[in-house]
Structure formats: structure tokens, C-alpha cells
């Protein structure tokens, strides 16, 4: 007799999905995100040393133009022209064609919002890894397809940006490696600190110790001492008693021999 009915394929409820998701990338992303703090707090600080670079070069040239022009102007007045100040205006003007092309050729401004784009798309990065690591793993994007985005991501800010300059990388780094240090220090201070305090108590203990071994020893010591008075008192009272007895024996022995004699006349 055959079963008509299906069957019926094993139970696997018990194995809950993972979404792909492992210690090792949520260990890796949690890298790329302290990387993307990195370049993101560098950018930002080069992103304020071109615009503030723009800004004094652009507060130069007007200055330098103006005062050009009034110099200039006030050569022109005078009756007989001044060559000090026509050579004081030939070296502003100079000057602030100079600054011009420095300006043109460097572009500060572009360079400063480069790096504000780029601070941003870290800052994008990080928030999405932060966000995505807040969820339980079943509400998680697949985890293959999330580390590619991010690493894709990374590598498109990292080749295709503005360099950071030399200075600024190495001040944000010896920040971080300060911090590292000071974190360092806090837990070698605490360990120190942990360390002398159970010495202290071990050297408590066995000062109380030592203390307890010279008491026991002292009264010990008293002990014997008064064990020796008493046996030397006890021996004193035997000498005296005996001493006693021999001076009787003396004495009856001299009036033996007294009375011997008397009997012998």
C-alpha cells in the first residue's frame, strides 16, 4: 500500500539565516571605519588650510592693488614724479600679477571644496557602517554585497581625490598615536596603581605576621624567664635550707664532743 500524501522534507527553522554576516567583516569594517575617521578628519583640515590660503592671497592682491593705484595716482600729482614711489608701484603691480597667476595656476578654492567633497564621502561611509552594524543580523544587508560597496566606495575616494598635504597627515596621526599613548599610560598607571595596592596589603599582612611571630616569641621568652626566676629561687630556698640543717648538725656535734669531754674528767 502506497502513501498517497507528499513527503514531507525535514524541519530547518532551527537555522536562523546570517544574512552572510561573520565576525571577520564586521571586524573589517569596523577597520575601514576608524580609517574613514582618519581621512575624513584630514580632509577636513586641509579643506580650511586652502580656503584659508585663498582667502589671505585674495585679501593680499586687493590690497596690494589698491595701494598701487593710490600710490600711482598721488606720483602723478606731484610736480615733479617721485621714482621711489613709480619703482614702489611697479613691484605692487608685480606683485599682485604674481599672486593672480599663483592663484590661477594653484586654484586654492577648487582644492579647498575637493577636500570637503571628500570629507563628506568618508563621513558618508562611516555612517552607513555605523548604521548598518546597529541592526540585528536578519535586518542586515547581505554581507558579501555591503563589504564590496564599502570597499569599492573607499577606493574611489582613495584614487581619485586630492592628496593631503605632508604637514596635516602628520598631525592628525601623532593625535591619534598621543591618544594611543595616553590610553596606554591610564592603564599601566591603573595596573600600577593595582599592583602597589595588593603590595601594600601583602607587606601589611606580613608585617602583622612578623608582629604576631615577636609576640608569641616575647612571651614565650617571658615564659622561660620566669620559669628560670622560679627554679632559682627554689634552688636559693634549698641552699638555705640545707645550710640551716648543716649549721644543726654542727652545733649538735660540738655539744657531743663538749659533753664527751666533761664525761672524760
Known amino acids: 500500500m502506497t502513501d498517497d500524501h507528499p513527503s514531507v522534507s525535514p524541519l530547518t527553522s532551527s537555522v536562523l539565516p546570517t544574512n552572510n554576516w561573520t565576525e571577520q567583516k564586521i571586524k573589517k569594517l569596523n577597520e575601514w571605519s576608524h580609517i574613514s575617521k582618519i581621512y ?17 592671497i585674495t585679501v593680499a592682491v586687493i590690497m596690494f592693488g589698491a595701494l598701487a593705484a593710490v600710490l600711482e ?5 606731484l610736480a615733479t614724479p617721485s621714482i621711489g614711489l613709480g619703482i614702489t608701484v611697479v613691484l605692487l603691480t608685480s606683485s599682485v ?8 595656476s594653484k586654484n586654492p578654492a577648487e582644492t579647498a571644496s575637493a577636500h570637503e567633497s ?3 564621502g568618508y563621513n558618508r561611509i562611516i555612517l552607513k557602517i555605523e548604521s548598518e552594524l546597529a541592526n540585528d543580523d536578519k535586518e542586515r544587508e547581505n554581507g558579501v554585497k555591503f563589504l564590496t560597496e564599502i570597499r569599492d566606495n573607499l577606493t574611489d575616494l582613495s584614487t581619485g581625490g586630492k592628496s593631503i598635504p605632508l604637514s596635516i597627515w602628520y598631525q592628525v ?3 591619534n598615536v598621543n ?6 599610560v591610564t592603564r599601566t598607571a591603573q595596573v600600577t596603581r593595582s599592583r602597589t595596592a595588593r ?12 608582629d604576631l611571630t615577636e609576640n608569641n616569641t616575647n612571651a614565650t621568652n617571658k615564659e622561660e624567664i620566669n620559669v628560670k626566676q622560679d627554679d632559682a629561687a627554689t634552688d636559693i630556698e634549698t641552699s638555705v635550707d640545707l645550710d640551716a ?15 664527751r669531754y666533761r664525761s672524760a674528767y
Open 199 to 210: 603590595s601594600t596589603a601583602q607587606t601589611q599582612q606580613q608585617t602583622q605576621q612578623t
Open 245 to 259: 640543717d648543716a649549721l644543726k648538725v654542727a652545733d649538735l656535734l660540738e655539744k657531743y664532743q663538749t659533753a
Open 73 to 77: 595716482g598721488a606720483n602723478l600729482l
Open 97 to 104: 600679477s604674481g599672486l593672480n597667476l599663483w592663484l590661477n
Open 179 to 184: 591618544n594611543k599613548d595616553a590610553a596606554q
Open 40 to 56: 575624513s578628519t584630514c580632509h577636513s583640515k586641509a579643506q580650511e588650510y586652502y580656503h584659508r590660503q585663498f582667502n589671505n
Open 118 to 120: 571628500m570629507s563628506k
Open 173 to 175: 596621526n601623532n593625535v
